[in-house]
């Protein structure tokens, strides 16, 4: 073994100060108190971290780079349970890549939002009786900029409240001077490159909101509506086609009826007319392949201006489209006598006269998927409408090709079809939104030759005709247009900047998977084509937070898990780790608050194990750990210590977070605190090596523990390493530990773990046998080896302690005694004498009695379980529940009756 391996855990004894002057005094271990208080903690630590600058990178060339940005929230937002896992997350990786000795940069934002903003303005503007027509849009805009400096950095505060350790000197926000003009040198690039137009096209319109909105902004719902089959009889001659739709205001824009050019029934009426009802218009039959003959009657109506489907119809057969609902919802003059009626009034009407009229053949219940506003939730009515697109295709092709080589990796892999069906089916994206707050787009149209003008600089002249009668267009650019720029152009673009060169393409991209689509997959297109390179490597793409039962959180269910409240009640570090260890890839996240008072357990049993540890160091002295004169409980923890380091490494470079997180737990509470710290308890009693030994390896234990735990509980872990003997600085830019592989010992492993299963399955007899816990009781260990009787012997003590024995005898051979209970391990026999401990026939009794009363809830479950009703009826959640009832009953039926022979057995 080299001297350097040699000295390796000692040398993480002492903290290797980093260049930047974070020195704190050391607390006084003596001084600790007996509980955790975090209120006062969690504020002390973070203002110690943003006053040292521990947030900020160095910009040392030497170090490897890490970068992240965060998912920007809105400026409206508070924080909820998504924004908690998202950046609780993000911080763990942050905070273990930066203790790893990366450059770390994590750039903070907000995203101006849109609509969510205007509207929560326009809301208090309501209530002084005023609308944003009433000041204009230059007054309502000041007026949203004043809410903006106001409100906006709310969520930036409550983001500090849960650790995330953000470079905040680096805070930018979609709508700030520099993004401002990123935004504007994207739109005038892509449209010098033709890859942006204005045209006339079928967009999904929200009445309520009165813009545009993205097809991915539409949410679909099953709703139960209804059918109707309408009457189109033939211009000249007898018969009629019947048209099954939806939506029948939509037929007074009826410009065409299709069939299926291959569908029998129709072909001879191919390019005849058909009476529209109740308008009387004339409108043609035509084929399409478009039309699936299977569905409905075979025919559909063909209404271009209210219909994506119908409008690509059109386009192929240069067919007129008449635009019958407005804006606002409402019925335009070509909808004839229903003029100025809701779009639901008209349906009532209409349905009434075509049934009055004879035209309305029948109507049934029918449910069907309808979009809706996802700001609003109002239904969203595809209108015709004059608006910005991106022609997306030449933006998603290399985009997509980007993850197919795996250029970006998508995590979990399971999201990658996802990806690929919307990237290769992808539509233009319409990008110009009906409101005031936003970025305007920079275009301008010349009211005399109506030339249309993209500048970078506001223009005063038409360049083609030189009139300074210039008019900027209405709209603003949709929200996700900036954000999609928000890898590079928050490093600086279009300035070459020194963020930009070091950190971009950044490292990872931290994202929920319900934003795919929205964000994600155009930052990939537009990163590819203005930075020539992939803006992330990878993509974890995290689940969504439900209620215990599984149901979404949600205000009306009453059931929303409010972070803020939590980490008041727990504390931020019981709550961030709960959501780490609840964070496994693919899966909902099951959360509930006595999953987060479990886990503030856990930061208890840190906090009073390290004060164990720290009142057990008077006269410590650092001392070599050497792997060869190590005693062999010390051997076990340290060999299981570095196993944990490349267990939480491997985890945490993966995105398995809840296994780093539940490696940690397991061992620090299981194997430290259950067995070593029990172990130590003996040589620390003493005098001389065998306690400096305890000390030095409970410390080592310790403060490892410490660095391993930071990025998840990043403020009790400060805490408790100030206590530490001889520490400076923060744990924050400790090294995170690396495994040491002189110091795995599988020999120490397996003699321990066989101490670790004779003392519980001395605690399991006590338990089956129902033997009184404060019972002093005799154990004899029988086993042929002699190594095992010796490690037994070494180790008496403890198990004495442990399993709380009074007298411990070790056999080589010998008969079961008479009247003893017993347990076989490999190579191991144990029994204990119970005469005078239990009164057997009174405790078979008992368990008889149990296991009856199990067997008969056993039968009422699968009872349940039998009956189909039961099964088709109650929600799933609730027969998944029986069934793990049903299988809890069973196996404790099992072990009722593995007890009862157990004491049988004994017969005393």
């Known amino acids: ?467 300074s009668h210039l008019l900027q267009e209405d709209d603003v650019l949709d929200t996700w247009f900036s954000s999609a720029l928000w890898p590079f152009s928050t490093l600086g673009w279009p300035e070459k900047t020194e963020d930009l060169r070091l950190f971009y393409p950044t490292s990872v991209l931290v994202t929920s998977f319900d934003i795919l689509f929205f964000w994600v997959a155009r930052m990939m297109m537009m990163g590819i084509h203005f930075m020539g390179t992939i803006p992330f490597r990878d993509v974890y793409l995290h689940a969504l937070i439900r209620d215990e039962k599984g149901q979404k959180m949600s205000k009306s269910r009453g059931n929303v898990i409010d972070p803020l409240v939590m980490m008041e009640k727990y504390g931020t570090d019981a709550f961030r780790f709960t959501l780490a260890a609840l964070a496994a890839q693919g899966r909902d996240i099951r959360l509930s608050e006595a999953r987060i008072e479990g886990y503030r357990h856990f930061i208890n049993k840190l906090w009073n194990a390290s004060r164990f540890v720290l009142l057990n160091l008077k006269d410590f002295r650092p001392r070599e750990l050497s792997p060869e004169e190590l005693s062999l409980s010390a051997a076990w923890i340290l060999s299981r210590l570095e196993r944990l380091k490349a267990q939480v490494r491997e985890a945490l470079d993966t995105y398995e977070f809840d296994q780093a997180a539940l490696a940690i737990y397991h061992f620090f509470w299981h194997e430290f605190c259950d067995w070593y710290l029990e172990m130590s308890k003996d040589p620390l009693a003493q005098e001389g090596p065998e306690r400096e030994e305890a000390q030095n390896v409970l410390l080592t234990v310790l403060e490892t523990s410490l660095r391993l735990l930071h990025p998840f509980c990043p403020f009790v872990t400060e805490e408790l390493w100030h206590y530490l003997p001889q520490k400076e600085g923060s744990i924050m830019v400790a090294p995170y530990p690396r495994p040491n592989a002189d110091f795995l010992n599988a020999t120490a492993e397996e003699k321990i773990e066989r101490l670790k299963a004779v003392i519980t399955a001395i605690r399991g007899i006590r338990a089956d046998c129902g033997i009184h816990p404060s019972a002093k009781i005799t154990v004899i260990l029988k086993s042929e080896r002699e190594e095992y009787r010796r490690l037994f012997e070494s180790f008496s003590q403890t198990i004495k302690t442990l399993a709380r024995v009074e007298t411990l005898e070790l056999w080589e051979t010998g008969e079961r005694p008479a009247g003893a209970a017993a347990a076989i391990l490999e190579e191991v026999e144990i029994f204990v004498p119970l005469e005078g401990l239990v009164d057997v026939a009174t405790e078979i009794n008992k368990l008889e009695n149990q296991r009856q009363k199990t067997l008969k809830e056993l039968e009422r479950s699968e009872k349940k379980l039998s009956n189909p009703n039961f099964l088709s009826r109650a929600p799933q959640e609730v027969v998944n529940k029986e069934r793990e009832r049903v299988a809890a009953l069973k196996e404790k039926i099992a072990r009722l009756e593995r007890n009862i022979s157990l004491l049988k057995e004994a017969g005393v």
């Not at 391996?5 to 007996?34: C, G, Y």
């Not at 203002?47 to 890490?66: A, C, I, M, S």
């Open 1 to 467: 073994m080299t001297q350097g391996a040699k000295v390796a855990i000692f040398r993480d004894l002492i903290f290797l100060k980093e260049k930047t002057d974070t020195r704190r005094p050391s607390l006084n271990p003596s001084e600790l108190p007996k509980a955790y208080e975090f209120r006062g903690v969690e504020d002390k630590w973070y203002r110690f971290w943003e006053e040292q600058g521990l947030f900020k990178p160095r910009l040392d060339e030497k170090r490897p780079r890490f970068s992240i940005v965060i998912p920007p929230p809105n400026v409206t937002g508070s924080l909820h349970i998504g924004h908690a896992l998202n950046n609780t997350i993000q911080d763990i990786l942050v905070r273990y890549k930066r203790m790893d000795g990366y450059d770390t940069l994590w750039v903070p934002g907000t995203d101006h939002a849109g609509i969510a903003t205007q509207n929560v303005v326009e809301r208090q503007l309501a209530k002084e009786g005023l609308s944003r027509h009433d000041l204009g849009r230059q007054k309502f805009l000041e007026r949203v900029w004043q809410w903006k400096e106001q409100y906006g950095n709310r969520i930036i505060e409550q983001l500090k409240r849960l650790g995330c350790s953000c470079d905040w000197s680096r805070l930018r926000f979609t709508m700030d001077e520099g993004l401002s003009r990123a935004v504007r040198e994207v739109f005038c690039r892509l449209y010098e490159e033709g890859l942006i137009y204005r045209g006339d096209y079928i967009i999904n319109w929200c009445p309520r909101c009165l813009t545009a909105l993205a097809d991915i902004e539409v949410e679909f719902e099953a709703v139960k509506g209804r059918l109707w089959y309408i009457r189109y009889p033939l211009a000249r001659g007898e018969g009629a086609i019947v048209v099954a739709t939806t939506r029948p205001e939509t037929m007074l824009g009826d410009t065409a009826v299709a069939v299926s050019p291959e569908d029998p029934r129709y072909r001879h009426l191919i390019g005849q007319k058909l009476r529209l009802p109740v308008l009387g218009r004339e409108i043609p039959i035509i084929a399409d392949e478009a039309v699936d003959p299977e569905f409905g009657t075979g025919a559909v109506k063909v209404t271009p201006a209210h219909d994506f489907n119908d409008f690509e119809i059109a386009q192929r057969h240069g067919l007129p489209a008449i635009k019958v609902i407005d804006d606002h919802g409402r019925m335009t003059e070509a909808a004839g006598p229903y003029a100025g009626l809701d779009r639901y009034q008209c349906r009532e009407k209409l349905v009434a006269d075509l049934k009055k009229d004879g035209f309305l053949e029948k109507e049934e219940a029918h449910e069907h998927m309808v979009g809706h506003c996802y700001r609003c939730k109002t239904v969203v009515e595809p209108l015709l409408s004059k608006q910005w697109f991106i022609k997306i295709r030449p933006l998603a092709t290399p985009a997509t090709a980007a993850v197919e080589y795996e250029q970006t990796r998508i995590i979990p892999p399971m999201w990658l079809n996802t990806y690929f069906d919307w990237m290769r089916n992808i539509r233009d994206w319409c990008i110009s939104r009906q409101i005031w707050w936003g970025h305007r787009i920079p275009a301008w149209e010349c009211q005399e030759c109506h030339e249309i003008i993209v500048a970078r600089q506001d223009p005063s002249t038409c360049p083609h005709c030189g009139s």
